[in-house]
């Protein structure tokens, strides 16, 4: 299996912009993970999915935020519209049975917001 | 908030020396894993220890947890220079896996 697999690796735009992330995760993995990872906070669990539904979106920090999964191969987190304090790496993780197997992470997305 | 806290943030041996990494953390876990990210790529999981166990080895890698305390250490033996990277732990509680702010080890050749 290629591991978890994010797109694109790097995207720069500019504020007020909508953002998409994408994530294709292990196959047969059950649990998909969206974090954010910055200097100031560190990596903050946004939303996850199991069995493609949304269980915890709590960590969304505003409705400008959303995440989906149409099915279980892939999923999206969208910004919209985006603002600099966006900028961040964006991680998608997928594990096969939850939290209390191993996370398996993407190389993540580097999102810079002008 | 983070219910991990990793001790010391930052790190740095020489090749061949032991690295010694702890975690802190609040409250009742179900496990502790153990993390490693090297610069500008993903995390890759190390070794996970549930709540009922005290010990686990991985190769050069060994994990302690005393949930008395609510601490964890991830002791790497041997270090190489490959072994640069950050380290962080997870705690999960619930339905949550929380990072830690992570350790920067750096390993002098």
């Known amino acids: 299996d290629a591991g978890v697999i994010q797109s694109p690796r790097h995207e720069v735009t500019e504020m007020g912009q909508e953002v998409t992330l994408r994530c294709k995760p292990i196959?047969?993995?059950?649990?998909l993970f969206w974090y954010r990872q910055t200097m100031m906070r560190g990596l903050e669990l946004l939303i996850y999915?199991?069995?493609?539904?949304?269980?915890?979106d709590s960590g969304m920090p505003e409705d400008r935020f959303s995440a989906k999964m149409p099915n279980a191969s892939f999923s999206t987190l969208k910004i919209q519209p985006s603002e600099p304090r966006d900028s961040a790496v964006y991680f998608c993780?997928?594990?096969?049975?939850?939290?209390?197997?191993?996370?398996?992470f993407g190389q993540g997305t580097r999102l810079t917001v002008v | 908030s983070q219910q991990g806290e990793e001790d010391p943030q930052a790190l740095s041996i020489q090749e061949g020396e032991n690295a010694t990494m702890n975690c802190s953390y609040k409250?009742?876990?179900?496990?502790l894993q153990w993390y490693r990210q090297n610069s500008g790529r993903g995390l890759v999981h190390l070794i996970l220890?549930?709540?009922?166990?005290r010990e686990k080895h991985s190769g050069r890698l060994r994990v302690t947890l005393d949930t008395s305390k609510k601490s964890s250490s991830l002791l790497i033996t041997a270090s190489r220079a490959a072994d640069t990277a950050s380290y962080f732990c997870?705690?999960?509680?619930?339905?949550?896996?929380?990072f830690g702010g992570g350790t920067r080890l750096m390993v002098k050749p």
């Open positions: 409250t009742s876990i179900n496990n």
């Open positions: 997870a705690t999960n509680a619930g339905n949550m896996l929380t």
């Open positions: 993780a997928s594990s096969r049975t939850g939290w209390g197997t191993e996370a398996f």
């Open positions: 999915f199991n069995n493609n539904v949304p269980i915890d």
């Open positions: 196959s047969g993995h059950d649990y």
């Open positions: 220890i549930r709540s009922n166990e």
